[in-house]
């Protein structure tokens, strides 16, 4: 009987194949594999966590700010005054009320003055971007205690406090002089009782955002920030208000220190 040429050879059974030059990796190869990712992942991984805790402390930020700055447009616009920010500003002679015709355009859920300040989280402190001495020998620290508040669906906070003087946003404020330290020189003969001078102002308030409210990190240039109002236009370009026009242009928050509140040394 003649064979088919064409015809394949079936393969071998499993038991016929040879091993022999197979190697498998040994419980020590594994081990120290494992270490590698491990370290690896050590190195990797808080570098990761900062980058998406920064982004998404920049989105809360960028979020705020267009929030803010559109309630208080949208505000003129409803009183014929666009462009015009002084009307807002001296529109009541208080801070409460200014905040409560805020947050009727941002829909707040709750409104507090400083009476009333635990229907909407209590107090709490705010730390500045850079370790700085207040004048008295302690860290210079915002306290969110003596401020009205909005709290909004988002459980953001928003504050405001008022500058102006005599209905109008152009105001006198006394400058302190420092020593090396950063401590306010005593002057008797002043009277506030330190050495320095009268400057004038041109900002009518300032608006405070707290982007997560009290969850932290509570400080100034990572989830609380402070617009300035002029009666042209709002501002926001120092560490002293968290710079949010460097965050917008640089989608990056500034550079900040960490440092424990108490005395300043």
Request: proline share 3%; with cysteine; net charge neutral.
């Amino acid at each position: 009987m003649l064979k088919n040429k064409n015809a394949r050879l079936a393969p071998p059974p499993a038991s016929c194949l040879n091993y022999r030059g197979l190697r498998a990796f040994t419980l020590a190869e594994v081990l120290i594999t494992l270490g590698i990712i491990g370290v690896v992942a050590a190195l990797t991984l808080p570098t990761l966590i900062a980058n998406y805790r920064e982004k998404v402390l920049i989105t809360a930020a960028k979020k705020s700010y267009s929030t803010v700055t559109n309630a208080v447009y949208m505000w003129n616009s409803q009183n014929g005054i666009v462009g015009n920010y002084e009307y807002f500003w001296t529109y009541h002679d208080n801070a409460d009320d200014l905040l409560k015709e805020l947050a009727t355009v941002l829909n707040a859920t709750d409104v507090c003055t400083y009476k009333n300040f635990n229907n909407c989280g209590g107090t709490y402190q705010v730390k500045k971007a850079k370790k700085k001495n207040d004048g008295h020998g302690n860290t210079d620290i915002v306290e969110m205690q003596n401020w009205n508040r909005a709290v909004l669906a988002d459980g953001s906070f928003i504050s405001i406090v008022s500058q102006v003087q005599n209905g109008s946003c152009t105001y006198t404020f006394f400058q302190p002089e420092v020593d090396s330290n950063g401590n306010y020189i005593k002057d008797d003969s002043s009277p506030t009782g330190y050495k320095g001078k009268y400057e004038t102002g041109i900002t009518c308030g300032y608006i405070g955002i707290d982007t997560n409210g009290k969850k932290g990190p509570n400080q100034i240039g990572h989830d609380y920030f402070t617009i300035g109002y002029t009666a042209q236009k709002p501002w926001s370009n120092s560490d002293e208000t968290g710079n949010l026009e460097y965050v917008l242009s640089h989608d990056k928050l500034i550079e900040t220190e960490n440092y424990t509140i108490g005395k300043f040394e």
